[in-house]
């Protein structure tokens, strides 16, 4: 796990130095203490790690209910989602992949975690008219019976354009849970090192956010119709650091809205 660190610098600035100076004593401050500020990153780091996996456990050894997940990997069945601009492959399968690594990430972390979709199966049953309806009806179901503490949808992204590229992360206009879920995964999304383009988290109007009122995110991994994603898609050390950083971001909102309002989860 990977945590973002913010410092307050010192900087004993007060009245009537320019910026310029001001700018110039952080600078001569920062590179005098380079290797000190480098040790509390890595203090930080290991404290905050800690910290939300501490949540977790103790949710689990205060004997109560162990908070559950639940991941849903998008299409599935006779619905492959969009496909590879480049190899084809599906990405119903890359959902699925990702959820499974995703599911493993959350269960070391001491949760429950539910599969909405846990084999290339759809969840329609037979294969006709309004298929599509019954699948997401299943979803819909699955999460209520779950009553989960974050669900996450793992999807793929298409689009015309072969340039636009990244993860982006929805949530549900008029939920707040939603809202800072979102933000709080694509923030940790936006901090690995393969992001171009950092993203603010979307509003989205779609049935995996509005079938529950628990808070709810889909996550577009990347864009499968630009070269460069789709070959970090399908590499599954890739796929194994998207879903242990999607997880990072949950953790850190569910400690946050846990020490905020415990019980809001
Ligand atoms: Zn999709």
Known sequence: MRCVVFFHLPCGMTDGSSAYNSGMKTAKYLRRHRKLIGFLAILLSIAMTAGVCLYALTQTAAGSTRLTIVIDAGHGGIDGGVVGRTTGEKESDINLAISQLLQAEFEEAGFLVVQTRPTQAGLYGSATQGY????????????????????????????????????QVFFREDNALSHTLACAIQAALNGMPECVRPSDALKGDYYMLNCSDYPSVIVECGFLSNPEDEALLLSENYQRRIAETICEGTLAFLAAASSAEPAMI
Not at 144 to 156: G, L, T, W
Request: glycine share 2%; aromatic share 6%.
């Open 132 to 167: 599509k309806k019954r699948d997401m009806q299943k979803r819909a179901e699955i999460i209520e019976a779950s009553a989960p503490a974050a669900v996450i949808s793992v999807h793929q992204n298409f689009f015309s354009l072969s340039s636009r590229r990244g993860a």
